[in-house]
């Protein structure tokens, strides 16, 4: 169940279908720095505590590294150096020049105040800014971190290295150089999976049933646009559990529900369920959108969904996908289902760089033809060597990033 194994997992299988030479093969299997620091904060108690920060830069052939920085209790350094392999094939799938990296603290960021939360995020850049710029390394949000937090940083790297460079971290709010459209951005491109998929295996919306594990960033927008365009959204959950109506749940008032009681469950006319069951329910489509190793060899087998839309990272073990694969459960993998994060996080670097700001159309617009061209591609792939979706991106990504040597 670790992470990097399983990213070296899919690794070796894309390296078998497409024969990649020894030496190549052996390069990807290390990223090419990790930075680990202490960050020392001031507590609002007058105690000093010292959290554990990464950076992992895997790889930088195709850009800047790109990638998230999480704040969770669970953070490893191996969940890291796998988060930043999977932006290095994210980037690569979608075509976008940026290149892989990931960053994490050890920390549950529910039991800091807001003053201790952003010292803990200047902090962390005061000890990884020479790591750092829009010309080397490109930070963003990931689990439980915010575009307040994106702005802390910006502002504290700004104020070391003494000039304006906005672009050195992504998904800001709009008042601090922010792009329209990135706060729904990753699942506004899970939309864009999902429609094609069931484009495929001939579903229209209004005849979908769908369930939707974690109603954080990317799976309560999820749930949101998908209804707005007639989708039947009957299971969502969250960290304390989760809750499902055959009939369809009115998503507007789930949200309101969560705001008010900090949890989706003991939701008016729905039934309370757990985070496991929420996976086997009989869907047609099952978006795992919180953390990894979700879908397992335990719980594989009695998925009932048609199509898996993985909106977060590494919800599904290799052992897993094996067994989904053979009961004909199409997987659209991680690096393809919620690449539209990355690829808003490359329009708002882009514009910082040049010094402009699109409008949200202009970036939806760009961002659906991206999706949509690199759902196509990756389908193209799978038919031609006959493999599953995962293997397909890893493939053509793969492709990408060897084809101008390492
Ligand atoms: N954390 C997101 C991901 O895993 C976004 C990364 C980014 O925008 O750079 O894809």
Redesign the pocket.
């Known amino acids: 169940m670790n992470p990097f194994k399983n990213a070296m997992k899919q690794l070796d299988n894309a390296a078998g279908i497409m024969n990649l030479d020894s030496n190549t093969h052996e390069v990807l299997k290390y990223p090419q720095r990790v930075l680990e620091v202490a960050i020392p904060v001031s507590m609002d108690n007058g105690t000093t505590k010292v959290f554990t920060g990464y950076r992992s830069q895997y790889d930088d052939t195709l850009g800047p590294y790109?990638?998230?920085i999480r704040y969770h209790p669970g953070v490893t350094k191996d969940e890291v150096k796998a988060?930043s392999f999977?932006?290095m094939i994210?980037c690569a799938t979608v075509n976008i020049p940026m290149g892989g990296g990931?960053g994490g603290v050890i920390v549950n960021p529910k039991e800091l105040s807001e003053g201790e939360l952003e010292r803990l995020s200047r902090g962390y850049v005061q000890k990884l800014w020479r790591n750092i710029g829009s010309d080397k390394d490109?930070?963003?949000?990931?689990v439980y971190t915010t575009p307040q937090i994106m702005g802390w940083m910006r502002d504290e790297y700004e104020r070391i290295v003494g000039h304006s460079d906005p672009g050195v971290i992504?998904?800001k709010a709009i008042k601090d150089g922010g792009s329209e459209g990135r706060s729904y951005a990753?699942a506004q491109g899970g939309v864009y999976c999902t429609i094609e998929i069931a484009k495929k295996i001939n579903l229209t919306p209004e005849s979908t049933t769908v369930a939707i594990q974690g109603f954080g960033n990317a799976g309560s927008h999820m749930a949101r646009i998908l209804s707005g365009l007639g989708y039947k959204i009957v299971a969502v959950s969250d960290s304390r559990g989760g809750i499902v109506n055959m009939e369809g749940l009115d998503i507007d008032q789930v949200s309101e529900h969560k705001k008010n009681t900090r949890s989706v469950s003991d939701f008016s006319n729905a039934k309370n369920i757990s985070n496991e069951e929420i996976l086997e329910l009989g869907v047609d489509i099952l978006v795992p959108a919180a953390l990894e190793n979700v879908i397992t060899k335990e719980n594989a087998g009695q998925i009932k969904a048609k199509a898996i839309v993985e909106l977060a990272?590494g919800p599904t073990t290799p052992d897993a996908d094996e067994i989904l694969n053979a009961n004909g459960v199409i997987v659209i993998p991680d690096v393809l289902a919620?690449?539209g994060?990355?690829t808003?996080?490359y329009f708002e670097w882009d514009q910082n760089v040049k010094g402009e700001h699109w409008s949200e159309e202009v970036v939806i617009e760009k961002l659906e033809k991206i999706m949509v061209h690199a759902f196509q591609g990756v389908w193209t792939v799978k038919e031609k060597f006959n493999i599953d979706m995962r293997t397909a991106a890893f493939v053509s990504a793969i492709e990408r990033v060897t084809s101008k040597g390492l």
Do not use: E, I
């Open positions: 790109k990638g998230g988060l999977w932006m994210k990931k490109v930070p963003a949000p990931d992504t998904g990753t990272n919620n690449a994060g990355v808003v996080s």
